[in-house]
């Protein structure tokens, strides 16, 4: 058993932390439950939802943090994500995108499609994000510990790692309602919106 297990959240109550703190940050979400619990949580114009694409959330999270460096960018992830893209925590580490925050719910299932075992159950992806040069790494589970770590990554220089430990409940969610092309319109509305990067660095 580990430590962590009678404290840890289900990813809809930490995602809901997470969007407490959030402002007008645009967000990457991936693909399969992670967007459809973020869209009833809070769908906001800066979400920008994965329909039918795995792994690549981060790809897209570091070209917009590339693109538009003025912009403070946040990545939600999911294990089974991280693990199919795992190229991508190589490349954050060489291009240190300073206003990137890679937020990862570790449910150790790829619960999408029927819970079954993912090997970050013996992989400790924040440990390989440590390896490839991310400049922050966190591992988290308790709500407190989880808000003040993402408060601090958003204000600090990156590219930043927050792991999640996060238990396999799954919301009762619909799939995304909607159409690919009037999200990626008013996303893009969203991110030209002027909100300068503002750097802290960690004492």
Same mark, same amino acid.
Request: charged letters at 25%.
């Given at each position: 058993?580990?430590? =962590?297990e009678?404290v840890?959240?289900?990813?809809?109550?930490?995602?809901?932390?997470?969007?407490?703190v959030?402002? #007008?940050?645009p967000?990457?979400i991936?693909? @399969?439950?992670p967007s459809?619990?973020?869209?009833?949580i809070?769908?906001r114009?800066g979400?920008?939802?994965m329909?039918?694409?795995?792994?690549v959330?981060a790809?897209i @999270?570091? @070209?917009?943090?590339? &693109?538009r460096?003025d912009?403070?960018?946040v990545?939600?992830?999911g294990?089974?994500n991280?693990?199919?893209g795992?190229?991508t925590l190589?490349t954050? +580490?060489?291009?240190?995108p300073?206003?990137?925050?890679?937020?990862?719910? #570790?449910?150790?299932v790829?619960?999408?499609t +029927?819970?079954q075992?993912?090997?970050?159950r013996?992989?400790?992806l #924040?440990?390989?994000a440590?390896a490839?040069?991310?400049?922050?790494?966190?591992r988290?589970?308790?709500? =407190?510990?989880?808000?003040?770590?993402?408060?601090?990554?958003?204000?600090? #220089? @990156?590219?930043?790692?927050?792991l999640?430990?996060?238990?396999?409940?799954?919301?009762?969610?619909?799939?995304?309602?909607?159409?690919?092309?009037?999200m990626?319109?008013?996303?893009?509305?969203?991110v030209? &919106?002027?909100q300068?990067v503002?750097?802290?660095?960690?004492?």
């Amino acid at each position: 058993m580990r430590p =962590e297990e009678g404290v840890m959240q289900s990813r809809a109550q930490a995602m809901q932390a997470l969007f407490e703190v959030l402002s #007008d940050q645009p967000v990457i979400i991936c693909n @399969g439950f992670p967007s459809r619990e973020a869209h009833k949580i809070r769908d906001r114009a800066g979400n920008f939802y994965m329909i039918g694409s795995m792994g690549v959330a981060a790809s897209i @999270g570091l @070209g917009l943090a590339c &693109a538009r460096p003025d912009r403070r960018v946040v990545v939600f992830d999911g294990d089974g994500n991280v693990l199919m893209g795992m190229g991508t925590l190589a490349t954050i +580490g060489a291009l240190q995108p300073r206003n990137l925050t890679h937020v990862v719910f #570790d449910n150790e299932v790829y619960g999408t499609t +029927g819970n079954q075992p993912s090997y970050s159950r013996v992989v400790r992806l #924040d440990q390989v994000a440590k390896a490839a040069g991310y400049a922050t790494v966190e591992r988290v589970w308790e709500r =407190e510990d989880i808000v003040y770590e993402f408060t601090d990554m958003l204000n600090s #220089d @990156g590219p930043n790692f927050l792991l999640i430990k996060v238990n396999e409940q799954i919301e009762d969610v619909d799939r995304v309602a909607l159409d690919p092309s009037e999200m990626t319109t008013r996303f893009r509305v969203a991110v030209d &919106a002027d909100q300068p990067v503002r750097s802290r660095e960690k004492g």
